[in-house]
């Protein structure tokens, strides 16, 4: 049989049966005994990549005797090594006549442990050194995976800690965890009635994570009161348990197929604690080969705390909310009837628990009769805010009702208490009067402007006038001194007569002008309809969902036949 010669810079051949051992070492016994006491593996390989020589600390490190080594190829003795690292620096140092100089991992299905190789050609073939750096390669390991879980405790603190929107960044919180920790990994939150519900999933592999993510659409409705995750829930204790086991408590379906085929070893399901209970699980999906060491399972440990933390302040953020919108639905009346005008009012709480606060509207009768209308928003978010608008919102009025005085006056008055009794709220507001002449319907508008969003007048045929500048006057709390401008108006039968607050053109990632213009677009192609349609169409049109700030609107219709909202 033919012998592909390694210098023919060729694969390892397989062994040739040949019997030639090339001699048992080099020339000069002081360099075979010299060669022997090394405290480093080194042996010789002929042109057939068969060993010539071996010394004794490679006899050590290769677990076999010189007599069973010697005349053996490469490939006959360690058949893993063909087409890996060591074929390829083999080959590379006879081709290029230079040393080479590489890392591995023991060859051979059984070995456990790193090399570090240098590999030299020589006459006679090529010389190989070889050294066992296992505990070098593994405490370097230790310390990469050491900083991986530290960096990974700073990211999910600053992930959960500082995000407004807790359970976004929960549900970010597996792409965190994976790969350090995990293969996989399933973000689970038990609301304040006990309603579990998956928030988030992230697989290392992104050909799987499709997969992940359609199993943990079902998952929850499948599993067993005696599955990991519903053992975590209910006794608040860490669960380990192989997949396989997992399988075999699930009844056959879509969920346990998916489980099968993402292929996952074991998984770790830990409790997310929080006061007084178990607010979610992290499960941790570990594919085969990977094992989680006492290092890994108490960052997980902290990871589950933070998460816990995140979840309680989630739901605090929630009552929050509904304290908020609560009171201030409370303090936003309904308006009262309105003889020739139909009004109608429309409040929207933000997204976010934080933002719930000051925006306010209303709308009242005058001692002589005239009507008036307010928008107006407190500087600041949450309960204290929406507080603040209550009491604002409250002296307004009593000061309009009493003196009867128009806008201006109005705002100069209310300006000159929060001065003296409110000393630390900013406001701006919008007051507009309805006026008739002659015993007449409502013909004319006197409106004022305390730093607000500037009122639209609607034309019956779709015409949009805004009223004043892009920002009014100064804001309420500044200096109760500030000259207040008022302006009057005409109106005809149908002019509509709109406020609103800044939440409804304020927009991430776009200006207060562009979100007015698209305003007044939309205000122009709805022209015509019913009030109550034309302010839900538009809320949905400039909202586009749930806004980033609370909403508030106010909308008039000068309607001398007196139908309601039509």
Do not use: K
């Amino acid at each position: 049989m033919d012998v592909i010669r390694a210098d023919a810079c060729t694969r390892l051949p397989a062994d040739t049966g040949g019997a030639w051992a090339g001699g048992t070492g080099p020339d000069g016994v002081d360099l075979v005994r010299m060669l022997d006491a090394m405290p480093a593996g080194f042996c010789l390989l002929d042109p057939e990549w068969r060993f010539r020589y071996v010394n004794g600390e490679a006899e050590r490190l290769m677990r076999h005797r010189s007599e069973e080594v010697v005349g053996r190829t490469v490939a006959d003795m360690y058949p893993e090594t063909v087409g890996s690292v060591f074929e390829a620096a083999f080959r590379t140092a006879m081709c290029s006549g230079e040393p080479v100089s590489f890392e591995a991992p023991y060859p051979g299905p059984t070995a456990e442990g790193w090399l570090e190789v240098r590999a030299w050609p020589e006459p006679g073939g090529l010389a190989v050194y070889f050294l066992d750096v296992t505990d070098r390669v593994r405490a370097e390991e230790a310390a990469r995976r050491a900083t991986g879980r530290a960096a990974l405790l700073a990211s999910v603190t600053a992930e959960l800690s500082g995000a407004l929107d807790g359970e976004s960044a929960l549900g970010r919180l597996a792409q965190l965890v994976v790969p350090t920790l995990a293969d996989g990994c399933i973000v689970t939150v038990v609301d304040r009635e006990g309603r579990a519900r998956d928030v988030g999933s992230w697989h290392a592999d992104p050909r799987r994570r499709a997969m992940l993510e359609r199993y943990t659409e079902i998952r929850l409705d499948t599993l067993p009161m005696t599955s990991p995750v519903a053992l975590a829930l209910h006794a608040g204790t860490a669960v380990t348990e192989s997949v396989t086991s997992v399988l075999d408590l699930m009844p056959p379906g879509p969920a346990r197929g998916l489980l099968q085929a993402l292929g996952p070893e074991s998984a770790v399901v830990l409790p997310l604690p929080a006061e007084e209970r178990t607010v979610g699980v992290l499960t941790l999906y570990q594919d085969p080969g990977r094992d989680l060491g006492d290092d890994d399972l108490e960052t997980l440990g902290q990871v589950a705390v933070q998460a816990g933390r995140a979840i309680e302040r989630v739901h605090r953020q929630s009552q929050q909310a509904q304290l908020a919108e609560a009171l201030q639905r409370s303090l936003l009346t309904d308006p009262p009837e309105i003889d020739d005008a139909a009004v109608v009012v429309r409040y929207v709480p933000a997204a976010e628990a934080a933002r719930v606060g000051g925006d306010w509207y209303d709308a009242f009768l005058q001692r002589d009769g005239a009507a008036v209308v307010v928008i107006g928003d407190v500087v600041g978010h949450d309960t204290a805010a929406a507080a603040a608008m209550g009491q604002l919102r409250g002296l307004l009025r009593g000061i309009a009702h009493y003196s009867g005085a128009g806008p201006a006056e109005v705002l100069r008055g209310l300006d000159e208490a929060i001065w003296d009794m409110h000393t630390d709220t900013l406001a701006t507001a919008a007051v507009a009067r309805l006026e008739r002449a002659d015993g007449n319907g409502w013909t004319r508008l006197r409106w004022a402007n305390a730093g607000h969003p500037p009122p639209l007048l609607l034309s019956p045929d779709g015409d949009v006038t805004v009223l004043g500048e892009p920002v009014g006057d100064l804001m309420l709390g500044v200096d109760p001194a500030a000259e207040r401008v008022e302006t009057v108006v005409p109106l005809q039968p149908g002019t509509v007569v709109l406020l609103y607050s800044d939440g409804l053109v304020e927009r991430r990632g776009s200006t207060i002008d562009a979100g007015s213009d698209r305003l007044v677009e939309h205000l122009r192609e709805l022209a015509g309809r019913p009030l109550d349609d034309l302010c839900d169409a538009l809320l949905r049109r400039m909202l586009l969902g749930t806004p980033e700030d609370d909403v508030a609107l106010l909308a008039v219709r000068i309607d001398p036949r007196g139908a309601a909202s039509s």
